[in-house]
């Protein structure tokens, strides 16, 4: 955010990426992907994609299970 808040305010991208160590793209993404965000929403952004994470992970374990107990199932004794 403090990258975004100093390109808005001024500052270029090309002495941003130099002063950082970075790509001039990653700035471009940045900006795309989180401008005109306030701190919180990035806050609560970043909150919202790990409970995402934790989910997808939770469904592939069910799921998993699920095809394990199919494959015990279908087993003929």
């Known amino acids: 955010m403090k990258i975004l808040k100093e390109n808005e305010q001024g500052r270029s991208v090309p002495e941003l ?5 970075i790509d001039k793209s990653t700035i471009y993404y940045w900006r795309k992907k989180y401008g005109g965000m306030e701190a919180s929403h ?13 989910l997808k992970q939770m469904y ?3 799921s998993l299970d699920i095809r394990m107990l ?6 003929k004794f």
């Open 17 to 21: 990426a130099r002063e950082l160590g």
């Open 60 to 62: 592939a374990d069910a």
């Open 70 to 75: 199919k494959d015990v199932l279908s087993k």
């Open 42 to 54: 990035l806050k609560r952004l970043k909150e919202l994609e790990e409970e995402n994470l934790k």
